[in-house]
């Protein structure tokens, strides 16, 4: 990697752990649904049924909060999820730092879709009467 590559990729990095530490600020500090501003689901406003991700910006100040088991109980997808973004996130940032590219994750194709049924699952499932926390 030249060096103006990794000068950028440094800098992307940066850019990303300042914007990720502001948000994690102003979602600590200001409660979804009560203070602050938090734009709405358009999903859920044209429908009235939840997408995967509603329930997320609650849930993460939940968790800023300490709270996991109302996390889990907001967006149980994002709680699962979030670890593996957490390492992706740092992969690249050890990687920025180092100056090594990120190594390679060779997923096979099934992957995607196991992802994409469990995404759909979750989504119908959260919209029925079976699942198992209170409706957001």
Not at 31 to 57: D, I, M, Q, V
Request: charged fraction near 10%.
């Amino acid at each position: 990697m030249s060096v103006d590559g990794i000068v950028k990729t440094r800098r992307t990095a940066a850019t990303l752990w300042g914007l990720l530490i502001a948000g994690a600020a102003y979602l600590f500090f200001f409660e979804p649904g009560k203070n602050g501003f938090f734009p709405g689901c358009p999903f859920r406003a044209l429908t009235g049924y939840t997408c995967p991700g509603c329930g997320t910006t609650r849930a993460l100040h939940q968790l800023l909060h300490g709270n996991f088991l109302a996390a889990f109980q907001l967006n149980a997808l994002l709680v699962i999820v979030l670890p593996l973004l957490a390492i992706a996130l740092l992969m690249y940032t050890t990687s920025a730092i180092s100056g090594r590219p990120m190594p390679r994750l060779s997923l096979p194709p099934k992957f995607a879709w196991i992802f994409s049924a469990v995404v759909i699952g979750f989504w119908i499932l959260r919209n029925t009467a079976a699942y198992p926390f209170p409706p957001i």
